[in-house]
């Protein structure tokens, strides 16, 4: 695999295009949709409320015939403070790398095997970048350990976008901002995610630690390689010493709880639905 020229390695942003999930997803509805783009994103979904294009969106959002129809052409969301879905933004990630960060996914799909798809490493940073305030640690882990299991991509991307939506919805109705996490703390809850799905509780190799790096960078450019580098690090060093308490104590479930689990949470995204 090393001695394939650079070339050879496809843009991760062909990968994470439409039409490329892997063959037990059904994301095919989620990723056929046309975005409507509103500026540059920096990083993942960064934006700067104090930025031209922060202030145009948030604009476009407030307006009642443009927000409307702007939500209509662009339904992953990112419309003024809109959610951000996750076929957005793999799309956002995917436009910011470069041959060298899809060499780090892939090689860490070929080390990892199928619980390190590159979907499954975007959708725990998606987590952690656009959950953070909204979703509880221990949501967004007892989910990813439930998707190495199901590997149900989607019904897990739904699953987590309705609790999202939910939470924020509740902070409106007692008028509570959802609480500003630092990136930093994002990245550290992307890296746990990313452990807990992808190794399960397998150790990390230093081959992995370098991986990981570069593909959370390329997730989180403004946090600065030399950042991603300590906390990587600094994490995989409690998980090898075993003082990571919610790792220790989160069990795998088996596959017939999981099942059980599964359809409750269909159950109640229907009755969501008929309700809205």
Avoid: H
């Amino acid at each position: 695999m090393g001695s394939l020229a650079a070339t050879s390695w496809p843009p991760l942003s062909f990968s994470l295009l439409p039409g490329s999930l892997t063959a037990g997803s059904r994301g095919a509805r989620a990723s056929s949709r046309v975005g409507l783009r509103i500026g540059g994103p920096v990083a993942y979904m960064e934006r700067s409320p104090n930025s031209l294009t922060g202030f145009a969106s948030k604009l476009i959002g407030s307006l009642p015939i443009v927000g409307l129809l702007a939500r209509i052409v662009n339904d992953e969301g990112g419309v003024g403070d809109d959610l951000i879905d996750f076929a957005e933004f793999r799309r956002r990630v995917g436009k910011k790398c470069s041959i060298t960060d899809s060499r780090a996914f892939i090689e860490f799909k070929d080390r990892r095997g199928r619980a390190g798809d590159p979907f499954y490493v975007l959708l725990c940073c998606w987590l952690a970048a656009i959950g953070a305030g909204l979703l509880k640690s221990e949501e967004i882990l007892e989910g990813v350990a439930r998707l190495r299991i199901s590997n149900d991509i989607e019904f897990e991307e739904e699953t987590f976008l309705a609790t999202m939506k939910a939470a924020k919805e509740k902070r409106a109705k007692i008028k509570a901002a959802v609480p500003e996490i630092p990136i930093e703390i994002r990245v550290e809850k992307a890296f746990e995610a990313i452990y807990v799905c992808c190794f399960g509780k397998d150790p990390i190799e230093e081959e992995d630690i370098l991986l990981l790096c570069i593909m959370l960078n390329a997730v989180f450019p403004s946090v600065g390689r030399s950042v991603i580098d300590r906390v990587v690090n600094s994490v995989a060093n409690e998980i090898a010493k075993g003082n990571r308490a919610n790792f220790s104590e989160l069990k795998p479930l088996p596959k017939e709880a999981v099942e059980r689990q599964m359809k409750d949470l269909e159950f109640l995204r229907q009755r969501s639905e008929e309700s809205s």
